[in-house]
């Protein structure tokens, strides 16, 4: 099992569609995030969680929905997206513990809006 | 602000060192990281430096931290056809986030 797994790995939906991104996290970390990878464009920081609590929102459209029911898991939820939504979601988790705290992605979900 | 600066693409020979540079701008940053990320998959770490540490080394991987200059390198010794990826540089920055360089896309040819 690996640290932190993703699901779906490829997703494609219309712009009416609602679909979710899973997260799962095996590591025992007390944070985690959702970044989106666009193509020419550096990571951008979605959502923070910190203990089930969000502490970080960087002023993301409301068509994306995080949700944290516990410390190792995470959702994000899609509803009536655009196509310049399309990108790569990773998610990742931390320690947070004020040692060094290096995120451990997961392999990312691909999602495409038509 | 924070902002964490990379260039975009690096060539080299198989067998060569390569070397991939960073610069940052937050001066309190503790950590800083390289993470790597091959095709179809996420961000892997690699190594990271304590902001007082100049340098540290571990297997073909060098980091060295210039904190006066705000810079941070990656040597990485006899690069392989399996180093090719891009590769970021990241500072942590306030309340518990990273800040991410663009990445520096690494190609390894014959």
């Known amino acids: 099992e690996t640290g932190v797994t993703q699901t779906p790995r490829h997703l494609v939906m219309g712009m009416t569609n609602k679909k979710s991104l899973k997260c799962e996290q095996h590591l025992g970390h007390n944070a985690m995030y959702w970044y989106k990878q666009s193509a020419k464009k550096p990571l951008e920081l979605m959502f923070v969680?910190?203990?089930?609590?969000?502490?970080e929102n960087n002023s993301v459209p409301s068509r994306f929905s995080p949700e944290c029911p516990n410390s190792s898991h995470l959702f994000l939820h899609l509803h009536t997206l655009q196509p310049e939504d399309s990108a790569l979601y990773l998610c990742?988790?931390?320690?947070?513990?004020?040692?060094?705290?290096?995120?451990?992605f997961g392999n990312g979900t691909r999602l495409t809006v038509t | 602000g924070e902002d964490v600066e990379q260039s975009l693409f690096l060539s080299v020979r198989e067998g060569d060192s390569s070397v991939i540079n960073c610069t940052y701008t937050d001066s309190s940053s503790t950590y800083l990281y390289w993470y790597k990320q091959e095709p179809g998959a996420g961000l892997q770490l690699l190594t990271y430096?304590?902001?007082?540490?100049d340098m540290k080394q571990d297997q073909r991987l060098t980091v060295l931290l210039n904190k006066k200059d705000k810079h941070l390198s990656l040597r990485i010794a006899d690069t392989q056809t399996g180093d090719s990826a891009i590769y970021f540089c990241a500072e942590d920055g306030q309340r518990n986030k990273l800040i991410f360089g663009a990445g520096t896309r690494l190609a390894v040819h014959p």
């Open positions: 430096i304590f902001s007082n540490m």
């Open positions: 990742a988790s931390s320690q947070g513990d004020g040692g060094p705290s290096p995120l451990h």
């Open positions: 969680y910190s203990l089930e609590e969000r502490v």
